[in-house]
């Protein structure tokens, strides 16, 4: 072996060694991604707008057109208070409290805009939840999000915005 062949023998050598350490560096930095990805998919998914131990007993749905109340009687099942004999069906109610009970959201805004912008100032829907022992919790729907994939949540809980 020549000492031209030796200078590309080392020069290739170098360029490998360079790659295998470029690659070591970009493996190490997606693993630690990944893992910081996952931790905060874990840690966003227990973070429930809402317990999902909640005892409701009475919801009030309110819009610009319309209030509608229900209540819980004292047989388990839920009636319309405006009209106590009208036949409802029991699935609709117990689902929404379902729903408010494990409502996670698809993002936090920790520090956003102001409460107009995201039509939270004056909700279009308000929805308020009884507990068992009196406590009341609301649920204020705002405007559509811009993609329109969910919608801007306030609740009487937290000054923090929610995209549900």
């Given at each position: 072996?020549?000492?031209?062949?030796?200078?590309?023998?080392?020069l290739?050598?170098?360029i490998?060694?360079?790659l295998?350490?470029?690659f070591?560096?970009i493996?190490?930095?997606?693993r630690?991604?990944?893992?910081?990805?996952?931790?905060?998919?874990a840690?966003?998914?227990?973070?429930?707008v809402?317990?999902?131990?909640?005892?409701?007993?009475a919801?009030?749905?309110?819009?610009?057109?319309?209030t509608?109340s229900?209540?819980?009687?004292d047989?388990?099942?839920?009636?319309?208070?405006?009209?106590?004999?009208?036949?409802?069906?029991?699935?609709h109610?117990?689902?929404?409290?379902?729903?408010?009970?494990?409502l996670?959201?698809?993002?936090?805004?920790?520090?956003?805009?102001?409460?107009?912008?995201?039509?939270?100032?004056?909700p279009?829907?308000?929805?308020?939840?009884?507990?068992?022992?009196g406590?009341?919790?609301t649920f204020s729907?705002?405007?559509?999000?811009?993609e329109?994939?969910?919608?801007y949540?306030?609740?009487?809980?937290?000054?923090?915005?929610?995209?549900?």
């Open positions: 072996m020549n000492a031209q062949e030796k200078k590309t023998l080392i290739l050598l170098g490998l060694a360079a295998g350490v470029a070591l560096i493996w190490g930095v997606n630690s991604n990944t893992k910081k990805a996952e931790a905060a998919a840690a966003s998914a227990q973070s429930n809402v317990s999902s131990q909640l005892d409701f007993t919801l009030t749905w309110k819009n610009p057109k319309t509608l229900f209540q819980l009687g047989d388990g099942n839920w009636f319309w208070v405006d009209d106590p004999d009208f036949p409802m069906e029991q699935s109610i117990t689902n929404m409290i379902s729903l408010l009970s494990n996670v959201p698809q993002q936090t805004i920790e520090k956003g805009d102001t409460l107009e912008a995201y039509g939270l100032a004056d279009p829907v308000v929805l308020t939840a009884t507990q068992r022992d406590t009341q919790m729907l705002g405007n559509a999000t811009t329109g994939n969910g919608y949540l306030l609740t009487s809980q937290s000054d923090t915005v929610y995209i549900v």
